[in-house]
Nanobody, 124 residues
């Protein structure tokens, strides 16, 4: 069992930066690929970024590539999402999730555990 708690959201002007954190509890945290999703009002939950258990491989949605960076610290049971050059269209609730072992897809249905999310609002 893994519990996930996101933090770091808030209101920022376009062009600004935020760093989201995801604190995980549970001794098996380090075996999970961790993924960030976001959900804007009235829209589906979309993939943002993922990082493998070792931290050696990261993948990003095209919409955030070059602006967002995902990282993790397995010793501290933490996952981070550094968001730079923020745009109004990045406004959403951001969720971290632990992917089910053996699942290849980054679809939301493949996640085993979810946090409750943190709201990011980017003003123009």
């Amino acid at each position: 069992q893994v519990q996930l708690v996101e933090s770091g959201g808030g209101l920022v002007q376009a062009g600004g930066s935020l760093r989201l954190s995801c604190a995980a509890s549970g001794r098996t945290f380090s075996i999970y690929t961790m993924t960030w999703f976001r959900q804007a009002p009235g829209k589906e939950r979309d993939f943002v970024a993922t990082i493998t258990w070792s931290g050696d491989n990261m993948y990003y949605a095209d919409s955030v590539k070059g602006r967002f960076t995902v990282s993790r610290d397995n010793a501290e049971n933490m996952v981070y999402l550094q968001m730079n050059s923020l745009k109004p269209e990045d406004t959403a609730v951001y969720y971290c999730a632990a992917k089910r072992p053996g699942v290849r897809s980054d679809d939301a249905s493949g996640m085993a555990y979810w946090g409750k999310g943190t709201l990011v609002t980017v003003s123009s």
